[in-house]
């Protein structure tokens, strides 16, 4: 079974960095496309990046691009998110999720498996 066990995050300024990390177990980590998708207060969760298992190829939000990075270490099993230039608004829970077939990445339902969660928050 695969599992999805998160770290990091917590309060920061804006303005400044975090970095997630999500360890995967359970199957060949190469195998999967994996995401960051976030989830905001009273809002529905949204995509922020992908990184694809062949290739590696990345997808970025539109609202996170040239501030976030998305890397994987697939001998470590571990896929990371790089925080930069953090504003306000990127305040909310952070899911790690993975698919094998990842159809349709920007819709947070094409991810079968998801991490615990991790809250970033930012003060202004």
């Known amino acids: 079974q695969v599992q999805l066990v998160q770290s990091g995050g917590g309060l920061v300024q804006a303005g400044g960095s975090l970095k997630l990390s999500c360890t995967f177990s359970g199957d060949t980590v190469g195998d999967y496309a994996m995401a960051w998708i976030r989830q905001a207060p009273g809002t529905e969760r949204k995509f922020v990046v992908v990184?694809?298992?062949?290739?590696?190829?990345?997808n970025y939000a539109d609202s996170v691009k040239g501030r976030f990075t998305i890397s994987r270490d697939n001998a470590e099993k571990t896929v990371y998110l790089q925080m930069n230039s953090l504003k306000p608004e990127d305040t909310g829970v952070y899911y790690c999720?993975?698919?094998?077939?990842?159809?349709?990445?920007?819709?947070?339902?094409?991810?079968?498996?998801w991490g615990q969660g991790t809250q970033v928050t930012l003060s202004s």
């Open positions: 999720a993975a698919d094998r077939g990842c159809l349709i990445p920007h819709r947070y339902s094409t991810y079968t498996y």
């Open positions: 990184i694809r298992q062949f290739g590696g190829d990345t």
